[in-house]
């Protein structure tokens, strides 16, 4: 990460000691840290002070903006995270939900306290943000021979990262922000609006969920709807289905 060829990619050629040679791939990206690299399939996803890059995208475009998986979040990417601690940035690939996640830190913090996720199942890929503290992530198989995904938090505990039969964080309820990156279809410079906005939940009790919302500069709203589940689902086989609420 120091030096001459600091955020620059070389592909290694040669079969031997005697006839390896370096051969400069791009110029002006690269990745932060080796922790932050990513294997996917037939291709290398890494993360630097631009964005999440994908190498079979930087081989055929270099460093144009545009070939960034992370370019509709630019604007959050280079104002919302401390650049210079990339360095300290782990990745990890979920394949059986199809997302990779890379472990940041938001800006003035000392650790990384927040998770940059990469939805791969939809294409063009979504991005998502998790407020969870995490100094590292890795995913192993389970005695079910299931992979896993697992984070080591700062305070010495290792936790699942994708249970499914619990919905808390250590016993604590979540407590998640969700932003909208700035919608950069159509003309730039044109404001953009929102017909309505849905989320889509699956009830494990009959709870209460609060909802507080910003749209720009006004100020916030809060609204508490019921987590209670719908009665009026149908079965397949001998799975519940349908019974979602739609916020």
Same mark, same amino acid.
């Given at each position: ?14 079969? &031997?000691?005697?006839?390896? &040679? ?120 389970? &005695? ?81 709807? &019921? ?21």
């Amino acid at each position: 990460v120091k030096g001459p060829h600091k955020l620059s990619i070389h592909r290694i050629q040669g079969k &031997s000691e005697a006839t390896f &040679s370096r051969l400069l791939l791009a110029r002006g990206v690269g990745a932060s840290s080796h922790k932050s690299i990513i294997p996917i399939k037939n291709d290398l996803l890494f993360i630097d002070p631009m964005g999440i890059h994908s190498l079979k995208m930087t081989d055929a475009y270099g460093d144009f903006e545009e070939a960034y998986l992370s370019e509709p979040i630019a604007s959050y990417f280079r104002d919302k995270l401390e650049l210079n601690r990339l360095e300290d940035c782990y990745g990890g690939n979920y394949g059986a939900g199809r997302y990779a996640i890379w472990l940041v830190t938001g800006k003035d913090k000392v650790q990384n306290n927040m998770v940059i996720g990469l939805d791969y199942s939809f294409n063009p890929p979504w991005l998502f943000r998790w407020p969870i503290a995490a100094a590292s992530v890795a995913s192993r198989t389970k &005695s079910n021979g299931q992979r896993g995904l697992y984070l080591g938090r700062y305070d010495g505990f290792v936790v699942e990262a994708d249970r499914r039969d619990d919905r808390s964080d250590l016993g604590s309820a979540f407590s998640a922000i969700v932003e909208t990156p700035y919608i950069h279809f159509g003309e730039l410079l044109k404001d953009k609006s929102f017909g309505s906005l849905g989320q889509v939940v699956t009830p494990t009790g009959n709870h209460n969920i609060t909802l507080d919302y910003i749209v720009g500069e006004d100020a916030s709203v809060s609204t508490t709807v &019921s987590q209670n589940p719908d009665p009026s689902g149908f079965v397949l086989g001998t799975s519940k289905l349908g019974t979602g609420r739609l916020v």
